[in-house]
């Protein structure tokens, strides 16, 4: 990307030929990265791509989407430059489908090392798909599949004003005083986190246990052990405890002493009952 004039001098543009000299190299999972001004969607924009032949491990990062989207198509929104937008491209090879659940979860994982490190920032991961500092959210996933491939797509709230957030649940590492809310930094953590605990998975076949994925997500789980509520389509209710995942990454809910198997695809939220 040309790097344009800016008006927020807090703000800067990220780099496209820095984040690609640093990252994209011989033997790296990273194979391109791509950075836009504006677009509606990356991962709209990454699923064409796939579509059309792109490699493994290319990854779209916009500046400005002005029709991202959360799970279930709710809108994700956020000034231009102020967080992260991106989606990365991914062919797991030998992976069952029937394990690729693990995917978006392994993310999650992946940027809360990142964020804890590098912004300092104490992270919890909230099943499926949420990034939490304390009880709010400052970062969701929405992983696709197109074809044989998998696109993840990223939003993380970084510089977001306390009066730009979209609702009292979310936050931002701004707003919660992170050591770092330089995104250039995030960005490349974020993306050396995936291949570091992505390469082990796939070479695991996708087995969580063997590659010890499960084991470091229930570290970091602010879900599992907790008593929740979980909205299921078509208005049904299950209240129960939350009691792990299962290796195909699917919330355990324990509920009238049957044990319920959950996909991201089962539920509409899963909240946490105050003790």
Request: glycine letters at 10%; proline letters at 6%.
């Amino acid at each position: 990307m040309r790097e344009s004039r800016y008006a927020d001098l807090e703000r800067p543009p990220l780099s496209e030929p820095a984040l690609r000299r640093a990252l994209v190299r011989p033997g790296s999972l990273w194979s391109a990265i791509d950075v836009v001004e504006r677009t509606g969607s990356t991962n709209a924009d990454l699923a064409r791509a796939a579509r059309e032949g792109a490699r493994e491990g290319t990854v779209l990062i916009a500046e400005s989407q002005f029709a991202g989207r959360g799970r279930l198509g709710r809108a994700w929104v956020a000034p231009p430059r102020s967080g992260l937008s991106f989606s990365v491209l991914l062919r797991p090879e030998g992976v069952p489908p029937t394990l690729q659940g693990w995917l978006p979860l392994l993310i999650g994982l992946a940027a809360a090392h990142a964020v804890r490190r590098i912004a300092e920032l104490d992270v919890r991961l909230k099943w499926p798909n949420d990034l939490l500092a304390g009880e709010r959210k400052f970062a969701g996933i929405l992983a696709e599949r197109v074809d044989g491939s998998i696109v993840v797509g990223m939003g993380l709230n970084v510089s977001m004003r306390q009066e730009e957030l979209p609702a009292d649940r979310a936050t931002s590492l701004a707003v919660e005083d992170a050591a770092c809310t330089d995104r250039d930094p995030l960005m490349r953590a974020i993306l050396r986190e995936i291949e570091s605990h992505y390469r082990p998975w796939v070479e695991a076949g996708g087995d969580a246990d063997a590659s010890g994925l499960r084991a470091a997500y229930l570290a970091w789980s602010a879900t599992v052990g907790q008593e929740v509520r979980v909205e299921l389509p078509g208005e049904r209710m299950l209240i129960g405890q939350a009691v792990g995942v299962d290796r195909f990454g699917h919330l355990l809910v324990r509920a009238q002493g049957e044990e319920h198997a959950l996909s991201v695809g089962d539920v509409v939220h899963v909240r946490p009952i105050p003790g």
